[in-house]
């Protein structure tokens, strides 16, 4: 099975701050990779799918980035609403699908 | 409007059963992918079962044995029949549409909670 690694695991920034978060998959998974937000008490929130594509209504201040095993997220100016756990998930053609583990953005 | 409702979970004993439910409504549940996702109090995400539109279906290894998925065409439902049940299946299960070009989880219902304790 693929396995999703994220780092960090959790961040301190503050509003307008770059938030960068990491996901690498133990092999390569081509650009099968979606990006989720998740707050306390709330059922996920899809941002980014295909590694890189803009979800319907998403801000673009979120952006995805990677292929092959290595991908990025990126919140260009954290906004007060984005604090929150994103979690990376590989949903290459063939499951199992697996998730990372999360990184909590916690305000600094 | 695309809706997943998820009903059927409380507490049950180890080694018990449950049967949940997603009723979805803005789409048809028998032409997409549909998939069911766990979370363990205080924990991260667990992908747990799909089923694609054609039929076949897939689990994962924590689960594989004990769970099945299935659907009803005509009642637009989505189902996870739970057996063997054991504390560490305790979570929030939340069931999800997987668009079917890129497979990312699109539609989420809010989550229903399984409690495994005797």
């Known amino acids: 099975d693929i396995q999703m690694t994220q780092s960090p695991s959790s961040v301190s920034a503050s509003v307008g701050d770059r938030v960068t978060i990491t996901c690498r998959a133990s092999q390569g998974i081509s650009s099968w990779l979606a990006w989720y937000q998740q707050k306390p008490g709330k059922a996920p929130k899809l941002l980014i799918y295909?590694?890189?594509s803009l979800q319907s209504g998403v801000p673009s201040r979120f952006s995805g980035s990677g292929s092959g095993t290595d991908f990025t997220l990126t919140i260009s100016s954290l906004q007060p609403e984005d604090f929150a756990t994103y979690y990376c998930?590989?949903?290459?053609?063939?499951?199992?699908?697996?998730f990372g583990q999360g990184t909590k953005v916690e305000i600094k | 409007e695309v809706q997943l409702v998820e009903s059927g979970g409380g507490l049950v004993q180890p080694g018990g059963s449950l049967r949940l439910s997603c009723a979805a409504s803005?789409?048809?549940?028998?032409?997409?992918?549909m998939s069911w996702v766990r979370q363990a109090p205080g924990k991260g995400l667990e992908w747990v079962s799909v089923?694609?539109?054609?039929?076949?279906?897939y689990y994962a290894d924590s689960v594989k044995g004990r769970f099945t998925i299935s659907r009803h065409n005509s009642k637009n439902t989505l189902y996870l029949q739970m057996n063997s049940l054991r504390a560490e299946d305790t979570a929030v299960y939340y069931c999800?549409?997987?668009?079917?070009?890129?497979?990312?989880?699109?539609?989420w219902g809010q989550g229903t909670l399984v409690t495994v304790s005797s």
């Open positions: 089923i694609y539109s054609g039929g076949s279906t």
């Open positions: 803005g789409f048809t549940v028998s032409s997409n992918y």
């Open positions: 998930q590989q949903a290459n053609s063939f499951p199992p699908w697996t």
């Open positions: 999800a549409r997987a668009n079917k070009r890129w497979l990312q989880l699109d539609y």
């Open positions: 295909a590694a890189s």
